[in-house]
């Protein structure tokens, strides 16, 4: 009978551990499968990790199978790999232990095939197409001779070589380089930030801000120009504000910067020559305008010359062309005498007649007009109101009859035809007193101005007027003699006086009375006024 602790079938298979199991099962796969070539689609792609390696996937309609690509085997690579780009990975196949699982270390990548390549390509320009890259209307024109050109290209190529060697042959100009890598993982990114970067430089900055760029490479395979069909290549070839030329391959050679620059050359000597003229051309150009320039300058000056001649001699002499001018003048200066007298008679003439419509006659005339004329209005105004009251009493009498026939309506009606002849009488009473205000203010205004313009304004002053036995206003002293009898009127009143000498000078003021304003002499051939002058 067998022991409880016994098992109940001995087993003589070897006992492993965990690790031991895995590392086996590692040689078995990595011997078995050292060299292999899978065929599948990109999947996962994201790019190199920070690592640099890149971890994806290998897939079919079927199956899928862990890839990863060592950041050694990263630089080799001819073109970069994408997302959904079908490729013919060789590599070896390998284990994880850490997680059981399996995958394919790449050693070499290459497309599947040129017309996946070109499929890919075809896609990414119908996208960048329909985006408006490549519309002519973005291209922007080519500087005639620029002072500094920007050259985007491997340093130690023939290609930098060659563009140097043709610019000086032609036009020796300030070429700036900005090495970059035109072939293999991150050759893209290099080119695109060196493009951003010439645009980036400001005037002032140490590095001279180019006046034409130019990305340049030799020929090649398609795998090998795959790094200038990059998109984040030809967005920034768009971007450029600096007008950009495309010099990568050969003539037959096109990728999508090409369709994305302002030109295309067609090798980079090419791009050399369309960038700068040549100077032995533009000098013997230069020299030739600058000979026609001269010949037209002596051709013109002579033609001036001559006709200057000609118009000397039509010019008549000084004395014929001031002989008109003279005789204007003088006639003028014997004009002027005679022209300032009218003048100053015509100004004399207008002021008397201004100063003869200032009469008091003539103001208390106009003060007659507006009482006649405030006087009309008042009659006008009480005689509207008259016809006002018999129209209101003749509607007040109709109401009453109306009111007679309608006893149901006869309080009613009675009280508001009462307001209504109230509110009439009320407004009539209103106007006139209004009215009557008006013309009261009118009057007083005029006799205000009336007053002010009366002379016995000016004797309040201390002033006088002096009148003739005949009660006339003597305004001159040569008017008296001596023994006349005459009047003297104050504003407080008048006095009797009788001139004692002859003469015209009054006697001298006290000193301690006010100097007297002395009255202006009256216009000759005006009479005198009616009173005291004003003036």
Known sequence: MSSLFEPDSPSNLAEYSVSELSGSIKRTVETAFDQVRVRGEISGYRGPHSSGHAYFALKDDRARIDAVIWKGTMSRLKFRPEEGMEVIATGKVTTFPGSSKYQIVIETLEPAGAGALMALLEERKRKLGVEGLFDQARKKP????PKVIGVVTSPTGAVIRDILHRI???????????????????????VARAIRGFNALEPGDEIVRPDLLIVARGGGSLEDLWSFNDEVVVRAAAESAIPLISAVGHETDWTLIDHAADIRAPTPTGAAEMA????????????G?????????RRQMEQRRQALRSLARALPSLDQLLALPRRRFDEAA???????????????????????????????????????????????????VE???????????????MLERAPQRLKTERTRAAERLSALTHRADHAFTNRLSALKQMVSAQDRVLQSLSYRNVLKRGYAVVRGEDDRIV?????????????????????????????????????????????????????????????
Do not use: C, Y
């Open 168 to 190: 000086a042959d032609r036009f020796p100009v300030h070429v700036v380089v900005w090495p970059v890598k035109v072939q293999g993982e991150g050759s893209g990114e290099e």
């Open 475 to 535: 305004s001159a002293a040569s008017a008296l003699s001596s023994g006349m009898r005459i009047g003297i009127e104050f504003a407080d009143g008048s006095i009797a006086a009788d001139v004692a000498g002859e003469g015209t000078t009054p006697p001298a003021a006290p000193t301690s009375a006010p100097p007297k304003r002395k009255a202006s002499k009256p216009a000759s051939g005006s009479e005198p006024p009616k009173q005291g002058s004003l003036f």
């Open 142 to 145: 080519l500087p005639f001779l």
């Open 276 to 287: 700068v003229p040549v100077k032995a051309d533009l000098e013997a150009q230069l020299a």
């Open 387 to 401: 016809r006002l009251v018999d129209q209101s009493r003749f509607r007040f009498e109709r109401a009453g009859v």
């Open 334 to 384: 014997g004009a002027l005498g005679r022209g300032l007298e009218l003048n100053t008679l015509t100004k004399r003439q207008r002021f008397e007649r201004v100063a003869a419509g200032l009469r008091p006659d003539m103001l208390t005339a106009r003060l007659r007009q507006e009482s006649q004329a405030l006087d009309r209005k008042m009659d006008r105004i009480a005689r509207s």
């Open 289 to 297: 305008f600058s000979a026609r320039l001269g010949n037209a300058a």
